[in-house]
């Protein structure tokens, strides 16, 4: 036989063992698992092979006399080992590379998708990564002007400081959950100057745009399950659409409308549905809608504060938003008077997580935070209503208004009495053992800002009476 194909009787060769016998063996190459023929086989050989091989021996030397009676197979091997090699040496110097420049990592390995989500979820629904970065100079500020209250310093100031308070907040959570962006958002980055970089956060915001309006068009689903599960209405909510939905339907209307108008009431619910020339005002300031308070609350003698942020409804928008949908199934289907969301006891979850959570990936640690609280309740008040896409205002409704109302009523809280802050500490903790009841609990609480236009003060205004009622 021809040893040009391998062939002859020179006894059993070590490579023969990883494809010298005949049939397709196995070979792990750079690029994973291939199949390799023998010598006999029709098919054709991979690219790896060297195809100039003619079977001929060199011109001299014994170690020609050796090559010349290697195996096509022995020397497709040689060929893959010289070529992990080039691989392996092309991976280090980019490893090298990316070690003197850890956000390339970053860069090169990521779209910007997961940084996108954990922007819009966790850090901030609005602002773009720029105001954020910006919002650095908050720190040049003169402190006795950041102390100052409403009556010390004009509105529209007010509202320059404070949202630039916020901002800060903001990108300090940024940085902690994303502290790959660190190098690139350092305090000398240019946002006028065309770089990678800066391609890379406005993709970073764009994706988590996306994520945002997916979340949007997911929810309007669950939300209508959630409804017809907890209202069981006659006509059942559409899950594709929100035609049904908004203050023309009595159930989503009196979830839409503030807690202190009495929907029951014909005239108030007219004036409500009408946008009222004389209730206009007063509604657009209000952030205290019946969907944030558990089904069939009403005041009645109560503050604002009593009970709210503890619906079922948000409980549920809020667990389909970050742990699952099948955990939105852990609470009653309804809410019972007085009490706000309850978990099913001996809950068990009707099919197993098959990937990780969005609290998980996002880097939640089994907390519940106030800025995903104030996505949740953004979410599911959009998703109440009959608006055919998103905006940032509809009805009455401001949703970047609402968004930093619920931020600032858990992180603001410099001129709120110690007793709103232990209401704050506990109101973490219930939804800690709502959402996470076997996660570790940390409570944090921040400073305050208010300006007498702001629904801060019509929640001073409630507390003042109830507790002046309290002392009578």
């Not at 001299?60 to 050796?66: F, N, P, Y």
């Not at 800060?168 to 350092?186: D, E, G």
């Amino acid at each position: 036989m021809d040893r040009r194909y391998g062939g002859g009787h020179r006894g059993r060769d070590p490579l023969d063992d990883y494809g010298g016998a005949p049939g397709s063996t196995p070979i792990r190459g750079p690029h994973g698992s291939r199949e390799h023929h023998d010598p006999y086989s029709h098919s054709p050989l991979p690219p790896s092979f060297p195809t100039s091989y003619s079977g001929q021996p060199p011109s001299s030397g014994s170690s020609s006399s050796q090559q010349s009676q290697e195996s096509p197979t022995r020397l497709q091997l040689r060929a893959e080992v010289s070529s992990l090699k080039r691989l392996n040496e092309d991976l280090t110097a980019k490893l090298g590379a990316k070690r003197h420049r850890p956000w390339a990592a970053l860069q090169d390995d990521s779209d910007g998708h997961a940084e996108g989500r954990c922007l819009r979820k966790a850090v901030s629904l609005f602002d773009s990564i720029e105001t954020l970065h910006l919002a650095q100079d908050v720190h040049h500020l003169d402190p006795e002007t950041l102390s100052m209250t409403a009556s010390q310093i004009t509105n529209r100031y007010i509202d320059f400081v404070f949202s630039h308070i916020r901002n800060f907040q903001s990108f300090k959570l940024l940085l902690s959950y994303v502290p790959t962006l660190r190098p690139i958002l350092s305090p000398t980055f240019d946002w006028r100057v065309k770089s990678d970089n800066l391609a890379f956060l406005r993709n970073v915001e764009k994706k988590g745009n996306a994520a945002r309006s997916d979340n949007v068009r997911r929810m309007k689903e669950e939300v209508a399950t959630f409804l017809n599960q907890m209202y069981n209405p006659s006509q059942h909510f559409f899950t594709k659409s929100r035609d049904q939905r908004g203050l023309q339907n009595t159930i989503t209307g009196r979830l839409l409308c503030p807690i202190m108008h009495d929907w029951s009431n014909e005239i108030v619910r007219a004036k409500v549905c009408a946008g009222d020339v004389d209730l206009k005002p007063r509604l657009r300031k209000t952030c205290f809608l019946g969907a944030l308070y558990p089904r069939n609350h009403c005041l009645d003698g109560h503050s604002l504060d009593y009970l709210f942020l503890r619906s079922t409804l948000l409980v549920k928008t809020y667990c389909a938003l970050f742990t699952g949908p099948a955990s939105a199934e852990a609470f009653h289907p309804d809410d019972t008077v007085g009490v706000g969301a309850m978990r099913l006891a001996n809950f068990r979850r009707s099919r197993k997580a098959t990937k990780r959570s969005v609290a998980a990936i996002i880097g939640l640690d089994g907390r519940v935070t106030p800025r995903t609280i104030a996505y949740a309740a953004v979410i599911l008040i959009f998703n109440l209503t009959d608006a055919t896409q998103w905006q940032d205002e509809y009805y009455y409704i401001n949703f970047s208004r609402l968004y930093n109302f619920v931020v600032d009523y858990f992180e603001d809280t410099r001129q709120h009495s110690e007793e709103h802050k232990k209401h704050i500490t506990e109101l973490l903790k219930w939804w800690n053992d709502m959402v996470f009841p076997n996660g570790p609990v940390t409570t944090e609480v921040g400073e305050d800002s208010d300006d007498e236009d702001s629904p801060f003060s019509m929640l001073r205004e409630s507390r003042a009476v109830h507790a002046g009622e309290g002392s009578a």
